[in-house]
């Protein structure tokens, strides 16, 4: 049975930083890109970014490209985001997935949410102006 488990969120004041984590377990980790993910009240889930199984590959959204970075450590099976200079429309429940086959990724189709296969429960991220 596939988890993963987000860690990380809080309530923050704009321009500070926080770091999220997500924790994998029930596959092997190392083969399966991973992306993060949020969605704001009464909006649609949208693409965060995403990072290629060996951790060579990341794409980003445009809205935090240069503040945000994805990073991966497969000896912890872990996925973290460490987002910097937050502003007030990062607030947010942040997801992580995983992609729904191994060893595929490309920046296009892991921006569409359709493209993975599992789920964490998500984290609040709050940013106060």
């Known amino acids: 049975q596939v988890q993963l488990v987000e860690s990380g969120g809080g309530l923050v004041q704009a321009g500070d930083s926080l770091r999220l984590s997500c924790a994998a377990s029930?596959?092997?980790?190392?083969?399966?890109?991973m992306g993060w993910f949020r969605q704001a009240p009464g909006k649609e889930r949208e693409f965060v970014a995403a990072i290629s199984w060996g951790g060579s590959r990341t794409s980003y959204a445009d809205s935090v490209k240069d503040r945000f970075t994805i990073s991966r450590d497969n000896a912890k099976n872990t996925v973290y985001l460490q987002m910097n200079s937050l502003k007030p429309e990062d607030t947010a429940v942040y997801y992580c997935?995983?992609?729904?086959?191994?060893?595929?990724?490309?920046?296009?189709?892991?921006?569409?949410?359709?493209?993975?296969?599992?789920w964490g429960q998500g984290t609040q991220v709050t940013v106060s102006s």
């Open positions: 029930g596959l092997t980790f190392g083969n399966y890109a």
């Open positions: 997935g995983a992609e729904q086959y191994p060893f595929r990724y490309t920046a296009r189709s892991m921006a569409f949410h359709d493209e993975y296969g599992y």
